[in-house]
């Protein structure tokens, strides 16, 4: 079949079914778009649109760059030549300085590899490693389509919603058992602390109770510490890497600490053992087919940021303090409409559970996770992710909303938004590091106010909570 511009020599063999050109692999003919990105290209054409939609779906850091960061950008703007595989000595070496000083971690320059955020280089490691993955859940849209897309099994490891989604050793052995009599090989445990949907942080003795268990069935535990950073500090961040080193890789990054997602810088910790320089072959030539090397202008700017000058340290600290005064209030207001949400210890994420509504939810039509998170932005624009992104079971009435947005205004000039977040910043000095609202002068936050109160309009309307 030809068209009125197709040559008939070039075109003749041109097919419209799906088993002719263009066919696809069977593992991607069911692949979808991440959630979280689909959401937030939804949320943009409907603000298009012109409706006033409360974006709880995306969690962007959202302040402005530093001045420092965008310096150390312009100065290296020039900087056009292929960087090693594994990043640039200096940027290495400022990395791994900064988990020493900052983690307590043990880590030199030769365990760390550079590249293009953190995203790919989880890919690598599940593609380098041998084994099925243990993946405790709710976890973040990614890790599991990852996962089996390098050809690994997934066993979801079930966490406590009523402790603040905690990991115990009793459910990991459980999940491995299951697992192995099953056929899988589990060899890896995936965690993310402070997490991606909850916003849960693991408790120090949980951590070392994870890291003993591992050990003792030399299981290798991937540490995804991109919100490390964000602490609301009424609980410390504690890496399993303290605790098991020879077997734990570490992985962050520059996008929420720094808000620099768009420039898309991440690295891994891998352990100072011969099994670690041996994974650290199989990454740089994993890295070397498919990304060559993270943008050498933008590994030059890292270098300023993990070098943690006073200035920065300082940015970073009050931009998790924002973050956590605004998480913190939207947690109170759900407490205080009585619906069950594990307490927040870092990031800018909420995990609430609207089970105590599910027979007035089911008269509305409601009964998965997917189904609340279409009424409350179809009918009280609301946007917010199902908990069935996450891993969690659909039927089970959890969403997860981010508040890392809230504080962005919504009217004037780009310089007069910057200069708005700058000034929010100034402010952070005066909220308490334990991160009590309640204690505190709420600061002047718009969206947040008009998200708390579309929240608890939408409660209160659908009635009592079931006993």
């Known amino acids: 079949m030809t068209t009125p511009l197709s040559h008939p020599a070039v075109c003749s063999q041109q097919q419209d079914s799906a088993g002719g050109s263009l066919p696809l692999a069977s593992i991607a003919q069911n692949l979808a778009p991440s959630a979280t990105l689909a959401i937030n290209e939804l949320i943009a054409a409907r603000r298009a649109e012109g409706r006033q939609v409360i974006h709880l779906g995306f969690g962007e850091a959202s302040f402005p760059l530093h001045p420092a960061l965008r310096a150390a950008l312009t100065e290296h703007a020039t900087s056009t ?148 950073e964000l602490q609301h500090g009424w609980r410390a961040h504690t890496s399993p890497a303290r605790c098991y080193g020879e077997g734990t890789i570490v992985t962050g990054g520059l996008s929420k600490a720094f808000s620099a997602g768009g420039w898309r810088l991440g690295y891994a910790a891998l352990p100072k053992t011969e099994a670690g320089a041996r994974l650290m072959n199989a990454v740089q030539a994993l890295a070397s087919e498919i990304w060559s090397s993270a943008p050498t202008p933008i590994q030059e700017a890292a270098v300023v940021a993990f070098s943690f000058a006073p200035e920065l340290s300082t940015y970073v600290h009050r931009s998790a303090r924002i973050h956590g005064h605004m998480t913190g209030r939207l947690y109170q207001t759900l407490s205080d409409l009585g619906v069950p949400c594990p307490r927040p210890a870092g990031a800018f994420y909420l995990y609430p559970d609207f089970a105590p509504w599910r027979a007035a939810l089911a008269a509305r039509g409601v009964t998965t996770s997917e189904g609340l998170a279409r009424l409350l932005l179809d009918e009280w624009d609301i946007a917010a992710l199902p908990g069935a992104a996450f891993c969690d079971r659909p039927e089970a009435l959890r969403l997860r909303m981010a508040t890392s947005l809230l504080c962005v205004p919504e009217a004037g000039a780009p310089e007069e938004r910057e200069a708005a977040l700058w000034n929010l910043l100034e402010q952070a000095d005066g909220l308490l590091a334990n991160n009590n609202p309640a204690a505190v002068a709420p600061l002047p936050l718009p969206m947040l106010a008009r998200a708390q109160e579309r929240l608890a309009a939408f409660v209160a309307s659908l009635g009592a909570p079931e006993v």
């Open 81 to 228: 030549s292929y960087a090693p595989v594994l990043g640039i000595p200096a940027l290495r070496q400022a990395i791994a300085d900064y988990l020493v000083r900052v983690r307590s971690l043990d880590v030199s320059a030769k365990s760390v590899v550079v590249g293009p955020g953190s995203k790919p280089l989880l890919y690598v490691l599940l593609q380098a490693l041998e084994g099925d993955l243990l993946l405790p859940t709710p976890s973040w849209v990614s890790y599991a389509p990852q996962a089996r897309l390098v050809g690994r099994r997934v066993i979801a490891v079930e966490t406590d919603p009523t402790d603040h989604q905690r990991l115990t050793p009793q459910a990991l052995s459980a999940a491995l058992e299951s697992a192995r009599q099953a056929g899988a090989n589990p060899r890896i445990l995936l965690v993310n602390s402070p997490s991606n949907p909850t916003g849960s942080m693991f408790a120090p003795e949980d951590v070392e109770a994870i890291a003993s268990w591992a050990r003792e069935r030399n299981i290798t535990i991937i540490s995804d510490e991109i919100y490390a």
